[in-house]
C-alpha cells in the first residue's frame, strides 16, 4: 500500500477526500493529516480534521495543526462556500480527541526522514506547509515520491478570473512546491469541475448511514456561488479527486508539462500558466490532468466510504 500524508484545509470536498483515504486502509496508509489555512482560519480546519477523522472512527490518526498565515499575503478564506464552521451541511459532533503538539512542518519532515519507503503527499489546500518542509529540509526530497495536488486553473479561475483558490491564497508557496524538481501530478480546476456531485451521482451513497448521512447532506445542501464556481446541478469535488486518482489512475487521463505560478500581485497574482502546448520550451514539472470519468470516480467513492458505515 501506498504510504501517505494527507494536508488539508477541510473544507467540505477535503472532507469527503479524508473520509475517501480513510476508507481505502488497504491501498492508503495515512501517516497523519496535517491542517493548513484556507477554506477557515487554522483552528477551524485543525478541529474539522478532528471531527472527519472522528467520524470514520478513526480518532486514533494524529492530526497536525500547521501553518496559519501564507507565506507572504494575507489569508484569504472561503466562508461564503463553507459556512463559518467550515463544513456547512455536515453537522458533526466537536471532536474528543486534541491536535498533537508538533506543528504540521515538523510531523512533515520528522516522518519523511524516519519512513522506511518512500511518501506521497496529498495537497488539498494552500501549499504553505509543504513549501515550508521543502525549503526548512531539502533532504525530505529523497523520501517523496509524488506530490499530488489540487489547485491551479487550466481555464478561467474561481476565487479571480485568473487564479483558483488554493494558489491565489498562497501563490509563493505553489512556487517553491513547483520548483522543488519534485514528481507532480496537478487536478487544475479544469478537471475537477468535472467533479460534480449530480444528484444522479449520489445516488449510491447511504444517505443513513453514520458516515454517509453526513456526505449526503453536505453534497445536497444549498449551493452558493453558482456557475461561477462550476455547474448549477450539485457541487464540484475537487480535492476528493487526488485521493481517487491515487486509487484508480485508469478513470483519468492528462499530460506533461511545465506549470508557472505568477507570485506578482495584480490581477493575475495565483495564476496558474499550464503550458499545455509545449510553448515555453521548459521543461516539464508536472503530469496535469484533464479528463475525469466522474460517474465511475463517484460510483466508487460511495462504495468505498460504505465500508466506513459497515465497521
Ligand atoms: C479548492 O479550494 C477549496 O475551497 C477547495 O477545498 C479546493 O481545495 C478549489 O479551488
Ligand atoms: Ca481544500
Known sequence: STRVIIDTDPGQDDALAVLLALSADAELEVAGITTVAGNVGIAQTTMNALRICQLAGRSDLGVYS?????????????????????????????????????????????????????????ALGPLTNIALALLQAPDIKAKIDRIVIMGGARDLGNITAAAEFNFFVDPHAAAVVFQAGLPITLFPLSATYQAVATPARLKDFDAQGVVGGPIVSMLKRERPGGASLGG???????????????????????????????????????????DWWGRSGEPANAHVIETVDADAMFARIAQSVRSLDAT
Open 232 to 274: 448549477n446541478d450539485g457541487h464540484p469535488m475537487h480535492d476528493p479527486c487526488v485521493i481517487a486518482w491515487l486509487l484508480w489512475p485508469e478513470l483519468f487521463q492528462g499530460r506533461d508539462c511545465n506549470v508557472a505560478i505568477e507570485t506578482a500581485e495584480g490581477p493575475t497574482v495565483g495564476r496558474s500558466t499550464i
Open 66 to 122: 500547521g501553518c496559519a498565515q501564507p507565506i507572504l499575503r494575507p489569508l484569504h478564506t472561503a466562508e461564503f462556500i463553507c459556512g463559518t464552521d467550515g463544513l456547512a451541511g455536515m453537522e458533526l459532533a466537536p471532536p474528543r480527541q486534541a491536535a498533537r503538539a508538533e506543528h504540521a512542518v515538523t510531523f512533515l519532515i520528522e516522518t519523511l526522514r524516519a519512513s522506511p519507503t518512500t511518501m506521497t503527499l496529498c
